[in-house]
């Protein structure tokens, strides 16, 4: 019953290889997320999508495609992979809106998919 | 100057110690502020939201200070449990984003 599910956890590829990770959430949620976290183990936003609409595309490469089917899914797609996209990438879902009170804004994290670029 | 910063520490505290992060914030259009944990190799989870009045939920306080614009985490009697990255987090008014600082580590030893 997991909330947040995104896959594969663990993907090892070369250099110029294309991949993705899928990402699908069952909480009902209108927003969902990119977020990058890198060796520092600085996490940063990379996309967002409210209801399949791109909202947030934070200066990301072109060669990373998001792509939301329907509100419950954001996947990611990158091409010609670089050593430098080596890192934790983590799908995330949330109700926008409203005040912390209300829980809004809260973000369910997935467990995360490891991508390590040889 | 980065948008969230905190202390990456890491903060060595023994079992039953209280310890204290801050996190100070750039932008004064922030409206909505977070402590979310998270273990080695794990997903952030959120801890706590932070209210404008603070907040306590156990052994963890959360305060605000907009003037000053920082954030803080109080913990009392800390627990092995606790050993954990804390991240601090901001939503600025008019972006759907959460804004998240590099974190904070804490290490409670027996």
């Known amino acids: 019953d997991t909330a947040v599910s995104q896959t594969p956890k663990y993907l090892v590829t070369q250099m110029g290889n294309d991949k993705s990770i899928k990402c699908e959430q069952n909480?009902?949620?209108?927003?969902m997320y990119w977020y990058k976290q890198d060796s520092k183990k600085f996490l940063k936003i990379m996309f967002s999508?409210?209801?399949?609409?791109?909202?947030i595309n934070e200066t990301v490469p072109n060669r990373f495609s998001p792509k939301s089917p329907d509100k419950a899914h954001l996947n990611l797609h990158i091409n010609s992979l670089e050593l430098g996209d080596s890192a934790v990438y983590f799908c995330?879902?949330?109700?926008?809106?409203?005040?912390?009170?209300?829980?809004?804004?809260?973000?369910?994290f997935g467990a995360g998919s490891r991508l390590t670029v040889l | 100057r980065k948008e969230v910063e905190q202390d990456p520490g890491p903060f060595n505290v023994p079992e039953g110690a209280t310890v204290a992060f801050n996190c100070t914030y750039s932008?004064?259009?922030?409206?909505?502020f977070f402590w979310y944990r998270q273990d080695c190799r794990k997903e952030p989870k959120l801890l706590m939201s932070?209210?404008?009045s603070g907040n306590e939920d156990g052994r963890f306080t959360a305060q605000l200070n907009r003037a000053s614009q920082y954030i803080s985490l109080l913990i009392r009697d800390s627990k092995l449990s606790d050993s954990a990255t804390y991240l601090c987090?901001?939503?600025?008014?008019?972006?759907?984003?959460?804004?998240f600082g590099t974190g904070t580590r804490l290490l409670v030893s027996p």
């Open positions: 995330a879902s949330s109700h926008p809106g409203g005040t912390s009170n209300s829980g809004a804004n809260v973000l369910t």
């Open positions: 909480l009902g949620h209108d927003t």
């Open positions: 999508y409210n209801n399949k609409e791109l909202i």
């Open positions: 932008n004064s259009a922030s409206q909505s």
């Open positions: 932070v209210y404008s």
């Open positions: 987090v901001v939503k600025i008014t008019g972006f759907q984003k959460l804004v």
